[in-house]
């Protein structure tokens, strides 16, 4: 399966980057780096992915409003085909737009075990608080600040007379082993359970079996022609999506036209009436997937089986 491409955001130092690139570099890694971005062009954490030969952005934010800055990053992160987005010490909160546009597609880690100790100085309030451990937690962002579902912790012990500083330390280190691991199978789970529900559908169809083709899930009907392909990240374009058959080039052009972030025209089969239909972009509409899936198998489908289904329809 292709992997799915994350984009790092970073403010500074960049050691959770760190620990995301490398743990990429492990051949059974679900995602690969496809671009470590800054609002600070001097980030040291950005010379240290160049160095990586990874794909850098940097940029000063300094006077600009938020949601114009947040636009020029997003930009940079679709043009480097990101399925996905880490929050990894970025230090600059999101405008709604960018949240929306990136909803269930980006994590951060945060250095406390939430919901304990949201925003700053979090070792100092774990310390003062008499906490007998602090740590760090990996969530979904949403628009509320280190909010969002979590979907991993790890627990440091507080040591007797601990400082911050060395609590920090091991903290980072809990840090580096976490946030990799979540995001991996954060990753894994995501694009499964999207392509469930795409098969539960599609194999519902009658004489509906499954294939590999090409290196993507397709789906015929038995003993003949494919009516769907799930697509995820195809030849580097980004993108998680079903390709199902249009009537044609014409309708093609007209799906695309009325609504250009849903539909595409997918390489290869765009020029005989294919059409790719977006599973990335936030709330799926799945009775639209199943229309379509229907309407696809209908033309894949020979008269015998398509004459049986127009019966059961007329009841
Ligand atoms: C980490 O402690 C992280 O939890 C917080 O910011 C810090 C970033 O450190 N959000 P680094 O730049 O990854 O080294």
């Known amino acids: 399966m292709a992997k799915a491409r994350l984009g790092v955001l970073i403010s500074g130092r960049g050691s959770n980057m760190a ?5 990429a570099r492990v051949s059974d890694c679900p995602y690969e780096i496809a671009l470590v971005a800054a609002n600070d062009p001097d980030a040291p954490g950005l010379m240290l992915a160049a160095a990586e030969g990874i794909a850098t952005f940097g940029q000063s934010h300094k006077g600009m409003k938020r949601a114009e800055f947040d636009a020029i990053i997003d930009r940079e992160l679709r043009a480097a085909g990101c399925t996905h987005v880490a929050l990894a010490g970025y230090m600059r909160l999101l405008s709604p737009e960018f949240v929306e546009g990136w909803a269930n597609r980006m994590v951060n880690i945060h250095p406390s075990l939430l919901p304990l100790y949201k925003g700053l100085h979090t070792h100092e309030r774990a310390i003062e ?12 962002v949403t628009a509320e600040l280190d909010d969002g579902p979590v979907l991993g912790q790890a627990r440091v012990a507080i040591l007797p007379g601990e400082s911050t500083d060395s ?3 091991r903290v980072l280190i ?14 894994r789970s995501g694009t499964k359970s999207t392509l469930d529900e795409v098969r539960d559908r599609a194999l519902a169809l009658p ?5 590999t083709s090409h290196g993507s899930q397709g789906f015929h009907v038995e003993g003949g022609k494919f009516f769907a392909y799930f697509t995820v990240n195809h030849h580097g374009d980004g993108m998680t999506a079903l390709l199902v058959k249009a ?6 052009a007209m799906l695309i036209e009325r609504d250009p972030d849903l539909y595409f025209r997918p390489a290869y089969l765009g020029p005989s009436g294919w059409i790719g239909i977006r599973l990335d972009q936030g709330e799926v509409d799945w009775t639209l997937v ?3 899936l229907n309407r696809s198998w209908r033309m894949a489908a020979p ?5 049986l289904m127009d019966l059961a329809d007329q009841f």
């Open 207 to 211: 004489e509906a079996r499954e294939k």
């Open 167 to 169: 609590l920090a330390a």
């Open 19 to 23: 620990a995301l690139l490398y743990a």
């Open 174 to 187: 809990a840090e580096h082993q976490l946030y990799p691991r979540v995001v991996a199978d954060w990753i």
């Open 303 to 307: 008269k015998r089986l398509t004459k």
């Open 129 to 140: 608080a008499g906490d007998s451990h602090g740590g760090c937690s990996v969530h979904l």
């Open 290 to 292: 199943e229309d379509w």
């Open 247 to 252: 009537s044609g080039v014409e309708e093609q």
